[in-house]
């Protein structure tokens, strides 16, 4: 190449600079970005009618657009034009015309860059028809990660603009939970279960026990039993106030079975304070968006009695010491034999003799009073030796049935227990010399039921070997309960038709043998 084409490609590139003068051959820099700059993209913050709003940035960090999703997925926006923003380490100022007049944002950017931390000086209004409003004072704006759920890892779901551990309300949950559906009666009463419904022919739906309601709501408001439908005002007094404490009383309007435990039982939890929101958890009461047929299929308790009792912990609980009943068995090892309850809880409690007539004709629940008391069953639960109670029902024909089923009363104890307490026991001798178990027989001379008491094992035969004596109330079944005639029940036979027995199994040959041991006190 000659010099003059080389001199001429040299001038065809050269740039003037300040002052007249030329550089030859190199083009400069581009300017620095404003700090703002790292603000480009979308935020989010919360509004004041509980939807969202996106606060747009461009390149240089200057907000050019606001939009607002409501709560009923309705997107509005507003552009914004003229603005300025500035940033002076992690001081932020932002200038927003709006329609309603300038706006000015003065906070702070996180350490992260993901936070604006600050106040406004005036509330912008989004939409005409449909307002949404950014309210005036403090606000938060985070920076938007995502606009799908695929866009998130693991099982974060998109919830706002952020990759958020996805979490349901008690609004989501409630109407699958049992406190709604009440299908725990439902499940046992069916006849594809084996429950009642077998003999009596009629359906739940023609009965009220699906729709039991205490005398008032949790506010003191009556219910009307035509138009009742299960609500977060059975137990909130103040529905918009969910996190206020539910008393025991609120609790105990309904669970009557409870109440009676109160009545004839002491408890070391109850004489320590608690309440029933102490142990029973939210998920319990508002349900976790799966529909059970059951609180023994759902679970009966999310506490355990080992998540207090155990070294280490700060509630002042006793901790299980190595002596020879929990040696024995396997409580203090990794797998225990019997659940706390098969010794600790003192007593179960059930009523007796449910007239179901009296349930038809809508007078409600007519048994033999008092509650039956002074007993527990055992049952194998979840691997475990549990305590376990029964109920007793007769028909209008005159058939009669037993369910049995794991439960936990109130009516735990520290103390009081010994070997003989199940070992070698009265059921147990019965059951070793005869093949059967008298739970509950009726004295005719005196008129009055004898038993159920002490600890029932059930055997692998129960069905066989348990006997139950059934009354009959032989008075109108539309009399008012408060008014029912002792004098006219009736003993009608020995004996159930039909059985049922549902989230548990009866004690094994084995255990029965080991149960034949006595051991004394």
């Avoid at 007539?357 to 055992?378: C, D, N």
């Avoid at 739970?439 to 004898?450: K, P, Q």
């Avoid at 006219?488 to 041991?517: C, I, N, V």
Wanted: glycine residues 10%; contains cysteine; proline residues 6%.
């Amino acid at each position: 190449m000659t010099a003059l084409r080389r001199f001429m490609v040299l001038l065809s590139v050269a740039v003037p600079l300040g002052f007249g003068m030329t550089q030859v051959g190199c083009v400069p820099p581009p300017p620095e970005p404003p700090a703002s700059a790292v603000l480009e993209g979308d935020w989010v913050t919360d509004t004041e009618e509980g939807g969202v709003a996106f606060v747009r940035f461009d390149e240089l960090g200057v907000v050019v657009q606001i939009f607002a999703v409501t709560e009923e997925g309705v997107t509005i926006s507003i552009d914004v034009n003229n603005g300025s923003t500035t940033l002076e380490g992690s001081d932020v100022n932002i200038i927003i015309p709006t329609a309603q007049g300038e706006v000015r944002f003065e906070g702070t950017l996180s350490a992260d860059q993901n936070t604006l931390e600050g106040e406004i000086t005036r509330e912008i209004v989004i939409g005409d028809t449909i307002v949404i409003t950014i309210p005036e004072g403090e606000v938060t704006l985070r920076r938007v990660e995502c606009t799908t759920d695929e866009e998130c890892s693991g099982d974060q779901v998109c919830n706002r603009g952020l990759c958020e551990e996805e979490t349901i309300g008690p609004e989501d949950t409630f109407p699958t939970s049992l406190h709604f559906t009440r299908e725990g009666k439902a499940h046992y009463y069916a006849e594809e279960n084996g429950g009642f419904e077998t003999l009596t022919g009629v359906p739940m739906t023609d009965l009220a026990c699906q729709r039991c309601h205490a005398a008032t709501l949790a506010d003191g408001t009556p219910v009307d039993d035509a138009t009742y439908e299960p609500s977060c005002a059975d137990c909130h007094a103040d529905v918009d106030d969910p996190g206020a404490v539910v008393t025991n009383d609120i609790c105990l309007g309904c669970h009557s079975r409870q109440k009676n435990e109160i009545t004839f039982f002491d408890d070391v939890h109850r004489t320590a304070g608690f309440l029933c929101v102490d142990c029973h958890t939210a998920r319990e009461m508002h349900g976790d968006g799966t529909a059970y047929v059951s609180q023994n299929q759902m679970g009966a308790m999310d506490a355990a009695c080992e998540d207090c009792h155990v070294a280490g912990n700060d509630q002042g609980a006793t901790v299980p010491t190595a002596n020879s009943f929990h040696a024995s068995h396997g409580i203090l090892g990794d797998q225990p034999t019997l659940d706390c309850s098969a010794c600790h809880v003192s007593s179960v409690i059930s009523c007796y003799n449910c007239h179901f007539p009296s349930e038809v004709a809508g007078a409600g629940k007519r048994f033999l009073s008092p509650p039956r008391q002074g007993f527990k069953m055992l049952l194998n639960h979840e691997g475990k030796v549990h305590s376990a109670t029964f109920q007793s029902l007769i028909d209008e024909d005159g058939e009669t049935f037993y369910v049995l089923a794991p439960y936990y009363a109130h009516s735990v104890t520290k103390e009081g227990i010994t070997c003989g307490t199940c070992h070698g026991n009265a059921a147990v001798n019965e059951y070793d010399d005869t093949g059967e178990i008298t739970v509950a027989l009726w004295d005719e001379d005196t008129r009055s039921l004898m038993g159920p008491t002490g600890v029932i094992p059930i055997p692998p035969d129960w069905r066989e070997a348990l006997l139950f004596d059934f009354l009959d109330y032989t008075g109108d079944p539309t009399t008012p309960i408060p008014e029912t005639d002792p004098t006219l029940w009736q003993f009608t036979k020995t004996g159930a038709d039909l059985t049922q027995m549902l989230f548990a199994e009866p004690l094994t040959a084995s255990q029965m043998a080991d149960l034949s041991l006595n051991l004394g006190d």
